[in-house]
């Protein structure tokens, strides 16, 4: 490392820190090089002063380097605790998202069952497998729509509509499906086709193969519409797909 040393009339000011035996061997060669500035031989005092200045600039230096290396530290310590925590709660939303997924595969499954047990009029089965989804997620529109049709089957009319017409409203294909075919046999309210219909081309619309069946039917028996064989055919195949 290079020396760097400032001489004035006043003193010595050094920017490096040397030992005190070489300091005194330099600024004597400085002095012996510079008579204009200096007369004499630096004093002890002089020279004890020069290493004190040396020796506060070491500590400030040692001071300003242990500083800087605690705040870097402090940095290192920050970031890697910022990435153990985005770790854990990476962990702890995708264990979340896994928990959630099964939770509705579970529901999925179980309201499967009930429909398909309800296909074949096995309402006790049925009822079973309606109240274990109602357990896991009792307000989910799924699980209300298909308890809906539960009561309709269960031939409780009054309530089957009071628990549909909500839910066709806010767009639930299987509630909306379920209010034509209300409509469509005249049951809890008067028979109407054309009403019938509508709530079926409204579940239709989303792809719900049961309303586009009973579309199909609509036409191939010509109830609120003109009868049209082609037309009914071509639902059915909506239906099949």
Same mark, same amino acid.
């Given at each position: 490392?290079?020396?760097?040393?400032?001489?004035?009339?006043?003193?010595?000011?050094?920017?490096?820190?040397?030992?005190?035996?070489?300091?005194?061997?330099?600024?004597?060669?400085?002095?012996?090089?510079?008579?204009?500035?200096?007369?004499?031989?630096?004093?002890?005092?002089?020279?004890?002063?020069?290493?004190?200045?040396?020796?506060?600039?070491?500590?400030?230096?040692?001071? %300003?380097? #242990?500083? !800087?290396? +605690?705040? /870097? *530290? &402090? $940095? @290192?310590?920050? =970031? %890697?605790? #910022?990435? !153990?925590? +985005?770790? /854990? *709660? &990476? $962990? @702890?939303?995708? =264990?979340?998202?896994?928990?959630?997924? +099964?939770?509705? *595969?579970?529901?999925?499954?179980?309201?499967?069952?009930?429909?398909?047990?309800?296909?074949?009029?096995?309402?006790?089965?049925?009822?079973?497998?309606?109240?274990?989804?109602?357990?896991?997620?009792?307000?989910?529109?799924?699980?209300?729509?298909?308890?809906?049709?539960?009561?309709?089957?269960?031939?409780?009319?009054?309530?089957?509509?009071?628990?549909?017409?909500?839910?066709?409203?806010?767009?639930?294909?299987?509630?909306?499906?379920?209010?034509?075919?209300?409509?469509?046999?005249?049951?809890?309210?008067?028979?109407?086709?054309?009403?019938?219909?509508?709530?079926?081309?409204?579940?239709?619309?989303?792809?719900?193969?049961?309303?586009?069946?009973?579309?199909?039917?609509?036409?191939?028996?010509?109830?609120?519409?003109?009868?049209?064989?082609?037309?009914?055919?071509?639902?059915?195949?909506?239906?099949?797909?």
């Amino acid at each position: 490392m290079a020396m760097a040393i400032e001489l004035g009339v006043f003193g010595v000011r050094a920017r490096t820190p040397w030992s005190g035996k070489l300091l005194r061997q330099i600024f004597i060669g400085a002095m012996a090089l510079t008579p204009v500035a200096y007369s004499q031989a630096p004093t002890e005092d002089q020279i004890r002063e020069m290493e004190r200045s040396i020796q506060q600039q070491e500590a400030a230096q040692t001071e %300003a380097a #242990a500083k !800087r290396k +605690a705040e /870097i *530290e &402090a $940095k @290192n310590r920050a =970031a %890697a605790e #910022a990435k !153990r925590r +985005a770790e /854990i *709660e &990476a $962990k @702890n939303n995708a =264990a979340e998202e896994e928990a959630e997924k +099964a939770r509705k *595969e579970k529901i999925q499954s179980l309201l499967l069952h009930a429909n398909e047990a309800m296909e074949v009029n096995d309402l006790e089965k049925a009822g079973v497998f309606l109240t274990q989804a109602e357990t896991i997620s009792p307000d989910a529109h799924d699980v209300k729509s298909v308890r809906a049709r539960f009561t309709y089957l269960s031939k409780d009319y009054d309530q089957a509509l009071r628990l549909a017409e909500p839910l066709a409203n806010e767009g639930i294909p299987l509630a909306q499906n379920l209010l034509g075919v209300i409509y469509l046999e005249g049951n809890g309210l008067p028979q109407d086709y054309n009403k019938a219909r509508l709530w079926f081309e409204k579940a239709a619309a989303q792809n719900f193969p049961k309303a586009q069946m009973n579309i199909g039917r609509l036409y191939a028996g010509g109830r609120g519409v003109p009868q049209d064989y082609a037309k009914a055919k071509e639902w059915y195949e909506k239906a099949a797909l």
